[in-house]
């Protein structure tokens, strides 16, 4: 369905769709809780267990290896089974294995446990992005989108501090072990609060309408659980020019997060020789920058969409803005200022957020029917880079010089600018027979 913009304000019957973003928003907390957690234990762990760069590189990328490889199984779950369940098994099960992270005795051991919370996670962004096309119009869509993405920079920017006071007084194993217990906890609750909108009792008749007249997916469970895998639909997400644009797209702009998420702390304490607990506040500012940034790109996204602006420049703006503001980064090169790193650092990360409305891309391009299946596709590309982003820093530092890694950063940035401009081009709906 294409977007249409609004010639005058919706009525807006009920919030109970707000209640859901809220708790999509901790889930989303949670998740990337237990994905910063490796990189505050990094210069701990490192040192005890005497691993090199390269490994330490290895053990990042790790969870992108089955991360990657279990997007599309994982997106056709979520369009089968439902967010529910796949949600709240897996949150439950990756914090698990979160919290046995305080046992690895050494480089196998952890490249084990990294790989277990990557296959668990799979289903998190097809499932978050399912369940805003389930609860939320076309002219909402951008700013949910917005909000529960700003979740992983406000919690990061929120929680690294605290994860370094963690660590500081329980050692990194009981870092592990106590954001590890937290997601069990969390996983319980989503799966007795959370339903599909024709399945929520607490949702008015006014407020259902309104979202499906919006153009929201309502789908019994009934509905979703008859679908079954069709290979034509697998080679209907990989052939179209606007969703290979996209998936291109976000590889290069996961590529920056991925550097936030792995390597940014070691960075500021081995190479930018900030002490521990300060490097854990300093963090907190490109995080904090970056959720301005998604927050003001869903915001200003959807009122463009609400005046009668085409999806083509409401949607590709900020994306490509951001992505433009990425290429910050390269400034921390050129001083050894603490303050302007930071300030480098900061813009880039803020560009990274406005380019993280993405996700808006596959819920107006992909068939309705397969919003699943085309996020975990969309996902899959993003993750690569979660694959290869820390493994290529790795490789690409030499002694006390970094700034190789962030050339690298800056260069995808810029294939990804090329990407929207040249190859996704205009924004409409890409249609596959049911």
């Keep these: 369905m294409t977007e249409q913009p609004l010639t005058a304000a919706a009525p807006r019957t009920g919030r109970t769709r707000f209640v859901i973003l809220s708790l999509v928003f901790i889930n989303i907390i949670i998740n990337y809780m237990d994905r910063t957690n490796l990189s505050v234990a990094a210069t701990e762990m490192a040192g005890e267990l005497r691993f090199t760069p390269i490994q330490m590189g290895l053990i990042f990328s790790a969870f992108g290896w089955v991360y990657a490889a279990l997007q599309i199984p994982g997106g056709f779950l979520i369009d089968k089974l439902g967010a529910r369940l796949v949600y709240g098994v897996g949150l439950f099960i990756w914090s698990l294995i979160t919290a046995l992270h305080a046992l690895a005795s050494g480089f196998a051991s952890l490249v084990g446990l990294r790989l277990g919370v990557g296959a668990f996670e799979a289903p998190v962004m097809p499932s978050n992005n399912r369940v805003i096309s389930s609860w939320f119009p076309v002219q909402e869509r951008a700013t949910a989108i917005g909000i529960y993405s700003s979740a992983q920079f406000v919690g990061l920017a929120c929680m690294t501090p605290l994860l370094f006071h963690v660590q500081e007084a329980w050692g990194w194993r009981g870092l592990f072990l106590i954001t590890g217990v937290a997601g069990m906890i969390w996983a319980a609750v989503w799966y007795w609060l959370y339903r599909e909108p024709l399945d929520h009792k607490g949702v008015s008749t006014g407020e259902l309408n309104y979202i499906r007249d919006g153009g929201a997916l309502l789908e019994s469970r009934q509905e979703s ?210």
């Design 225 to 434: 659980a008859a679908r079954h895998f069709r290979w034509q639909d697998l080679a209907l997400m990989f052939s179209n020019r606007k969703l290979i644009g996209i998936y291109l797209g976000q590889f290069t702009i996961s590529a920056t997060f991925w550097f936030f998420l792995t390597w940014f702390p070691t960075y500021l304490v081995e190479y930018r020789h900030m002490s521990f607990i300060k490097s854990g506040y300093v963090a907190s500012v490109p995080y904090l920058a970056a959720f301005c940034g998604v927050l003001l790109a869903g915001f200003v996204s959807d009122r463009m969409i609400r005046r009668g602006v085409s999806a083509s420049i409401a949607r590709k703006t900020p994306v490509i803005l951001g992505m433009f503001m990425t290429l910050f980064i390269l400034g921390a090169n050129y001083t050894d200022n603490p303050a302007w790193i930071i300030v480098f650092m900061s813009l880039a990360f803020f560009g990274n957020g406005l380019a993280t409305i993405t996700w808006v891309f596959v819920t107006t391009l992909a068939p309705r029917h397969l919003i699943g299946l085309a996020g975990g596709v969309f996902n899959f590309t993003g993750a690569l880079s979660s694959i290869v982003v820390p493994i290529a820093i790795g490789a690409l530092i030499d002694g006390q010089n970094f700034a190789p890694a962030l050339t690298f950063i800056a260069f995808l940035a810029v294939v990804g600018i090329c990407s929207y401009l040249f190859i996704v081009g205009r924004i409409d709906n890409v249609t596959a027979a049911r």
